[in-house]
Structure formats: structure tokens, C-alpha cells
């Protein structure tokens, strides 16, 4: 990374030691003193956001983990049974994690095909003209409020699933699977179709100059270089489609068991989440619960992220030559 | 000869068969955005109208309009934007113009790429937790703010680094070439040619503020009120949860439809407005720059 400070801080320094003597000394010693106190609150600016999510990972544990002095931890995760509000309340949360991986796996089967299809087009396909249109709107995709489709999935679509497929409920995983899948998109479409665009272009060009076909190049040069960054965007893609809130709450059903068949209610951890939590009295077991699934939120969308990450450094396209 | 040219033909057939099926992709994906627009603009627009937006609701939610809920919102994202820009052009300095390769950049970087993936709901607790109950700011209008604020910050981070960027390095080594220091550089030539791509990247951040509703059901926001907030600490309504509310939890949820999807549209118009505004101005600002 080019810092054009680098060499200037050098020769400041330099210059400070040189001249060791007098008002001047003391004034730019001064001036360098301030200069370091304000590069220092800068560094700290800089690691503030690593404070925030050291705060939400104690805050988190410190109220979710009470919790565990009534259930047990294999209890907790295991059980198949999530009643809060019984007397005995049950806590089992396999139900909720099932359904979170549910409509999860579902979104991200339709929202990859999509995506990346989305991106190829962007990337191979279109003319200027035509990208510089498509790419805002992919991205206005991505700033549609989630309450939004939640309420579409909910008021319009779920109504039309019911009557089509005379199912019991058009509020499943499937409905629910295909608005996240909408949010998904944008993420796997703009991160795919960077990786697209960073694969050295002499590749392409030494491609085509030997005669093979733009869809031979892209597939045996291009695709293979892009790999890891379209990964990356498919693990994001995921990671925001599992910790979406208000599509799941709104339009998955609600029913906390294990879903049979794609058109089963089911209820995803933040669903569960956003639902009781209102209802839950400050500091009880039910509301320790409640932590204690965004914890399990937290640290599955987390594992995501940290797989992405090492995804996106562990195949990185260096120059041409790591092909 | 001939195989070869039949060849040649099928390998050309494939290929156009290959960005059939691209197209079709994105005709799926825009397909849903635009039909999702305008059957809302369609349903919607009819419950639009003056009192919509200026009154408060009537009649246990079924009549009346928004403003509360509007006014809410607006004070929400403008709480969130004061946390979130200072912090986040701050860190986006130090990214730019101060930071060098090493374990602290490392560290920097990871936080604030997880900070990003955090989900929202996990924020709203995190805020139920440390500002709702550990700052003892209540249920108000303070800790809903701080919330979307933090939530923001890697949206408002990645905006201000992208504009600070943008300025050459030519202006920075004429600015210590004439002597300055380097913050009197960031202060007096780097900020200020950065400051639009902040403001038009941070408006990304607010139209995400605006539309978040799971960080501020436990932090904010209450399903009805009539007077607007007069202190920080006050509960405020707020579109995206309004919306839900009617949704979800009415008791004449049939009868409220028309104000819900004028609810749905007020806050579609507002989220993609701004949107639409910083994505524009954006793309004009890569295109011509000034320098």
C-alpha cells in the first residue's frame, strides 16, 4: 500500500535531530509531540470498531450465559423442544438452528445461481452502457429495507403460494427462502463481478489470441482466477442471508420444530429473537435465553465471516503468475 | 475443413446459449426488484396524502397517518449519522493516511470486516444490553441512535476511505513540500477534497439506518405514541417498525392494509431516494474528477 507520508516522516525526523538547538528545536519538538498525540488518537479511532465487537461479544456472553446455570449447555443446544413461556419452560434451540440452516441453504441455492449469473452477465456480457445502469440498480437490490420483503413475502406473496399449491400455510421456508434470497443477490452479484474484474487482463487477451471463444476463455481462464473472490461473495451472501431478522420473522411461519418438507413453518434464532424479546421481563431465564441464542447467532455468522476472510487471503490472485 | 468450421459453430452456439442463460439471470433479479416497486408504488400511492404524512395516527391505528413514525425515524437516522460520522471518518484517516502494514492494521482491518457481518438483530441486543440497561438510557430515542450508529460505522468506515483515497498523493507531498505537518496536510488539503465522497458515501449508511428495523425493536422504538420526542430519552415510533406492527400485530390488520402500503411506500421512497442520490452523484464524481 503506498503511504506518500512515509518518506516525509523520515526526513522530518531527521531534519528535528539535525537542528538541535534553540527556540526552533523546542518549537518543532512541540509540534512534533502534538503531531504524535494526534496520529495516536487516530490509531484509536482506527481500533475503535474492534472495541465495539470485543463490547457485543462480552456483553453478549455476560447475559447469555446465565442461562446456563439452570439449563445445561448440551441441553440448550440439543434439545428439540423450545417452549419459554411453559412452566417448566423448555430451551431447546436445534429446532430454531435447523431452521435457520434451512432457509439458509434454500436462499443461497436460488440466490447463487442468480448472483453469479448476475455477476458473469455484468462482468462478460453487457456493454458499458448497459453496466453502468445494471449496477446501480443491483445495488439500490441491496438497500431495500428488510422489512420490506418481509411485508411483500408476508402480504403478497405468501397469500398467492397458499392458493396455487393448496398448502396449509404460504408462510414457509421456501417463501421465506426466496426474500432472502433477494437479499442475498446483491452481495454475491458485486462481490463475484469485482473478482471478475481482477483477473489480469493479459490472461484474457492470451486466451483469445489463441483462438478460444469468450465463453471457452471465461470458463478455463477467467472463472478459475475468480474462484476465490466469488466464494467470498457466496460465504457473505449467506452469512447476511442467516442473520437477517425481519424476513424471517415476518414470513418463515414462526413454528418452532423441525421442518419436514420446504413448505413448513419454521422458526429461525433471530426470529426468536426479535418475536419474545418484547414480551420478556428484564434479567429472567427466558430472557438470558434470548442472549444465548445470539450468541449461537453470533458465532455462526462469525464463523462465516472468518471462513470468507481466509477464503478470500487463501486463493488471492497474485499477478498472472499464480495461475 | 468443413469439421472444423461445424466446430467452430457449436463452440460460438455455446457460448451464446452460456449468456442466454446470464441474461435471463438478470432479467429474474431486476424482474423482482421492479415488480416489488411497483406493486408498492401501485398499492401504495392511493393512501398518500397530505394528512398521511402529517397526522398522527387515529382509531386504534386504522385511520389517520404517519408523521410520529416519520418524525421518529428521521431522528433516529440523523442520531445515528452523529455517532457514526466522526468515528468513522476518524477511522477511515487513520486507514489512509496514517496506517502502514502490520499487526495493528491487521487487527483494524478484522474488526471492523466482522463489526460489518455482525447481524442486526446481535446488534439490537448488544445495544438492549450495554445502552438500554447498562448506560440506563431506557427504551429511547438515545440508545436506538447509538445502536444504528455503531451498526453503520463499517457502511460509513468504507465510504470515507474510498473518497480519502481518491485524493492524489501530489496533493499531500506539495502540502508537506511547502512544510506542513502531517495533520495540518489531512486537515487543511486531504479532508477537505474528500469531503463530498464522505458525505455522498455516508448517505449509503443513513439510507441503511433509515430502513434497519431489528436493532431498534428493543432499543427504540414503540408501536404508538402521539407526541413527537422532547428529550433524548423519549420512546419514539418509527417507519420500518410501524410497518411491522400493522403488519403483524393489529387487531384490524385487513382494514389497515391501504396505510400499510403507504407506510411500505413512504419508507421505500425515502430508503431509495437516498440511495439512488449518493449512487448517482457517486458514479458522476468517478467519472469526472477534478483532478
Not at chain 2, 147 to 175: D, H, K, M, N
Not at chain 2, 243 to 265: E, F, N, S, W
Amino acid at each position: 500500500m503506498l503511504n506518500p507520508f512515509s518518506g516525509q516522516a523520515l526526513a522530518h525526523k531527521g531534519l528535528g535531530r539535525l537542528t538541535s538547538a534553540g527556540i526552533m528545536n523546542r518549537r518543532k519538538r512541540t509540534s512534533t509531540e502534538r503531531e504524535v498525540i494526534i496520529r495516536r488518537f487516530f490509531v484509536a479511532a482506527g481500533l475503535f470498531s474492534l472495541v465495539v465487537m470485543t463490547l457485543i461479544v462480552l456483553f453478549l456472553f455476560a447475559e447469555g450465559i446465565g442461562l446456563f446455570r439452570t439449563v445445561s449447555v448440551s441441553d440448550f443446544l440439543l434439545g428439540t423442544a423450545w417452549y419459554p413461556t411453559y412452566d417448566p419452560p423448555d430451551f431447546g434451540v436445534l429446532p430454531l438452528i435447523v431452521g435457520s440452516a434451512a432457509v439458509t441453504l434454500l436462499s443461497s441455492l436460488i440466490a447463487v445461481p442468480l448472483g453469479v449469473g448476475t455477476a458473469l452477465y455484468l462482468a462478460e456480457v453487457a456493454g458499458d452502457r448497459t453496466r453502468e445502469i445494471l449496477k446501480p440498480a443491483v445495488e439500490l437490490l441491496a438497500s431495500l429495507p428488510s422489512v420490506v420483503l418481509g411485508f411483500v413475502g408476508m402480504v403478497v406473496l405468501a397469500p398467492l403460494m397458499q392458493q396455487w399449491w393448496d398448502i396449509p400455510t404460504g408462510l414457509n421456508v421456501f417463501n421465506a427462502s426466496l426474500m432472502l434470497a433477494l437479499m442475498a443477490i446483491p452481495t454475491i452479484a458485486s462481490i463475484s463481478e469485482d473478482a471478475l474484474h481482477a483477473v489480469p487482463r493479459e490472461l484474457n487477451e492470451a486466451s483469445l489470441a489463441l483462438g478460444a471463444t469468450r465463453w471457452e476463455t471465461l470458463t478455463r481462464v477467467q472463472l478459475p482466477g475468480a474462484l476465490s473472490g466469488i466464494g467470498t461473495g457466496v460465504i457473505l451472501g449467506m452469512s447476511r442471508a442467516m442473520g437477517e431478522t425481519m424476513v424471517v420473522l415476518m414470513v418463515a411461519g414462526g413454528a418452532a420444530q423441525i421442518p419436514g418438507s420446504i413448505f413448513d413453518s419454521v422458526r429461525p434464532l433471530p426470529a426468536s429473537i426479535a418475536a419474545e424479546m418484547g414480551e420478556t421481563p428484564f434479567g429472567s431465564e427466558h430472557y438470558h435465553a434470548l442472549f444465548a441464542i445470539g450468541m449461537v447467532l453470533f458465532l455462526m455468522t462469525l464463523a462465516f465471516n472468518l471462513v470468507a476472510a481466509w477464503f478470500s487471503r487463501r486463493f488471492q490472485q497474485k499477478g498472472a503468475a499464480t495461475l | 475443413m468443413s469439421q472444423d468450421r461445424r466446430m467452430l459453430f457449436w463452440r460460438r452456439a455455446r457460448q451464446e446459449m452460456a449468456f442466454l442463460v446470464f441474461r435471463l439471470a438478470v432479467l429474474v433479479v431486476l424482474g423482482a426488484l421492479g415488480g416489488i416497486l411497483l406493486y408498492v408504488l401501485i398499492q401504495g400511492a392511493g393512501a398518500i396524502s397530505w394528512e398521511f404524512l402529517t397526522a398522527a395516527p387515529r382509531d386504534s391505528m386504522t385511520k389517520g397517518g404517519i408523521f410520529p413514525a416519520l418524525m421518529g425515524t428521521l431522528y433516529l437516522t440523523l442520531g445515528a449519522v452523529l455517532v457514526a460520522l466522526p468515528l468513522g471518518v476518524a477511522a477511515a484517516v487513520y486507514l489512509s493516511e496514517y496506517a502502514t502494514e502490520g499487526r495493528v492494521l491487521r487487527l483494524v482491518r478484522l474488526g471492523i470486516a466482522n463489526l460489518a457481518g455482525v447481524p442486526s438483530v446481535v446488534f439490537g441486543l448488544f445495544g438492549l444490553a450495554l445502552f438500554v440497561g447498562y448506560f440506563k438510557l431506557g427504551i429511547s430515542l438515545a440508545a436506538g441512535s447509538l445502536t444504528l450508529g455503531l451498526l453503520i460505522l463499517p457502511t460509513v468506515i468504507g465510504a470515507a476511505e474510498e473518497a480519502l483515497r481518491q485524493v492524489p498523493g501530489t496533493f499531500r507531498e506539495a502540502s508537506l513540500g511547502l512544510g506542513a505537518t502531517r495533520w495540518q496536510t489531512i486537515r487543511k488539503v486531504v479532508l477537505p477534497a474528500a469531503l463530498p465522497g464522505i458525505l455522498t458515501g455516508s448517505i449509503l449508511g443513513v439510507g441503511r439506518a433509515a430502513g434497519e428495523t431489528a436493532p431498534i425493536m428493543f432499543t427504540a422504538a414503540t408501536f404508538f405514541t402521539l407526541r413527537l420526542p422532547s428529550s433524548p430519552l423519549d420512546q419514539v415510533m418509527a417507519l420500518p417498525y410501524h410497518i411491522y406492527v400493522l403488519a403483524t400485530a393489529g387487531t384490524h390488520i385487513a382494514q389497515t392494509r391501504p396505510l400499510q402500503y403507504g407506510t411500505v411506500l413512504v419508507l421505500i421512497s425515502l430508503v431509495l431516494g437516498l440511495s439512488l442520490i449518493a449512487i448517482v452523484i457517486r458514479s458522476r464524481m468517478r467519472r469526472h474528477k477534478k483532478w
